[in-house]
Structure formats: C-alpha cells, structure tokens
T-cell receptor, first 111, second 113 residues
Framework: SQQGEEDPQALSIQEGENATMNCSYK?????LQWYRQNSGRGLVHLIL?????REKHSGRLRVTLDTSKKSSSLLITASRAADTASYFC???????????FGSGTKLNVKP | DGGITQSPKYLFRKEGQNVTLSCEQN?????MYWYRQDPGQGLRLIYY???????QKGDIAEGYSVSREKKESFPLTVTSAQKNPTAFYLC????????????FGPGTRLTVL
C-alpha cells in the first residue's frame, strides 16, 4: 500500500490566494519530501524536511511536519498561475533509499 | 548540463513485443529508480538500484526487468509478460546518503497498440 496520501485530490484557487495541501503517511520516516509535476513532465524536487524538523521554508513554500500525527502540509503563499501543477509528497518509510509517493494534489491557479 | 535523460519520449509497442526504455544520468549518483505513473495516479516503484551490478524489486516488478552494468545507465525492459504496460515511465537518480532528493528524467510514454 502507498505510504503517503495527499489531500485534497484537487484544489482550484485564484491567483494571489494561498494554497494548502496535506499529506498523511503510515510508518516512521527519516524524511518527507514534496515534489511538483507539470502535466506530462518529470517531477521536480521542492523541499525536504527531516523527521526531527517541524517547519521549513523555501521562498513562497512552507512545509510543516507533525510526526505524532504522521502528517505534513505544504503551503504555497501568494499563488501564481505558473504554480498550476500536481504536487506529491514522498516518504522513505525508514529505508532512505526507497521512496513512496502519494497520488498527488492537482492544483489549478486561475489568473 | 548535468541531468538525467530518458529516451524515447514516446514509444509504441505491439502486444507481445518486448521494449527497452533508456535512462542515463551524468550526476554521478549511485542510486537509480524506475517508476510507473498511470493517469491521475501517483508513482509506483518498479525497480531500484543502489550500486552498479545490483538492483532490487519495487512494488510492481512483475513483467519488467532491469540491468545496471554502468553507473550512468539503468535501462528498463517491459516484457510481454506485463499485462497492462501502457503508462508513463519515469526514471530518477539520487545520492545514497540519508537525506537526499531524487532527480527525475522527463519520462517516456509507452502505448501498447
């Protein structure tokens, strides 16, 4: 079974609004990562948060991790039309060379 | 440019044929991976390799085979035993340290006719 699951499956917002997507996982992890995929393309790494970290920032991205709840969230602030993509979380399930991806959140940012 | 390449971008196969998808990286990464992505779905791990001449099955290895004879190359063969091979195939590579990101290729879209 998949380790990570994103919620919601789809999200549609106006440009300038914030977008929040969540990821839940099942077993202990060393780290959790978020990736972005534009339609028909490969994935691009956005941010990695270690299991002993609670929050991390990168530009307009903010990621939180709650290991007690086995969940993470990705916040994109001041969204742009160019942020339209699918976003995936990936966990290592304790094996740092094997990754599990969720089914993704499809974000649509309307101009 | 450093990166990871996949070829071809589109591939068409007749039922009963084996096909091989190419994946090459010049990032000097030890680990390489193959994933399958179906429409609207996440990525499922087919095979992964942490070092040359060694590889492990992922969650959906049946009907697929790989080799890792060179550090830079990790080709995937989709055999006729794979019941439903039409999908988007993604190759990735990474370092083998504890905290590492994966770098993805652009993908190969395989269609069985």
């Amino acid at each position: 079974s998949q380790q990570g699951e994103e919620d919601p499956q789809a999200l549609s917002i106006q440009e300038g609004e914030n977008a929040t997507m969540n990821c839940s996982y099942k077993t202990s992890i060393n780290n959790l990562q978020w990736y972005r995929q534009n339609s028909g393309r490969g994935l691009v790494h956005l941010i990695l948060i270690r299991s002993n970290e609670r929050e991390k920032h990168s530009g307009r991205l903010r990621v939180t991790l709650d290991t007690s709840k086995k969940s993470s969230s990705l916040l994109i602030t001041a969204s742009r039309a160019a942020d339209t993509a699918s976003y995936f979380c990936a966990t290592d399930a304790g094996n740092f060379n094997k990754f599990y991806f969720g089914s993704g959140t499809k974000l649509n940012v309307k101009p | 440019d450093g990166g990871i390449t996949q070829s071809p971008k589109y591939l068409f196969r007749k039922e009963g044929q084996n096909v091989t998808l190419s994946c090459e990286q010049n990032l000097n990464h030890d680990a390489m991976y193959w994933y399958r992505q179906d429409p609207g779905q996440g990525l499922r791990l087919i095979y992964y390799s942490q070092i040359v001449n060694d590889f492990q099955k992922g969650d959906i290895a049946e009907g697929y085979s790989v080799s890792r004879e060179k550090k830079e190359s990790f080709p995937l063969t989709v055999t006729s035993a794979q019941k439903n091979p039409t999908a988007f195939y993604l190759c990735a590579s990474s370092r083998t340290s504890r905290y590492n990101e994966q770098f993805f290729g652009p993908g190969t879209r395989l269609t069985v006719l």
